[in-house]
């Protein structure tokens, strides 16, 4: 019998909504936070919650 590598399941990136979810904001201010959209005006505290979330802390 030979040894073989156990395929590893890649990590799928946190959806929009789950970061929200865990930041307490809604899904446009996760995508205006994590794009850096010009002209979107994002809390501070938001924009630090959302990317804390997206982080997977």
């Keep these: 019998m030979t040894d073989r590598a156990v395929p590893r399941a890649t990590p799928t990136p946190p959806t929009g ?3 929200a979810r865990q ?3 809604s899904r ?3 995508a205006y936070a ?4 010009p002209g979107a ?3 501070p505290l938001d924009l630090a919650r ?3 979330s ?3 802390r």
């Design 28 to 30: 446009a201010t996760v």
């Design 17 to 19: 909504a789950a970061v």
């Design 41 to 43: 005006r994002v809390h």
């Design 54 to 56: 997206s982080a997977g």
């Design 34 to 37: 994590l794009n850096g959209h």
């Design 50 to 52: 959302t990317e804390e």
């Design 23 to 25: 930041a307490g904001a």
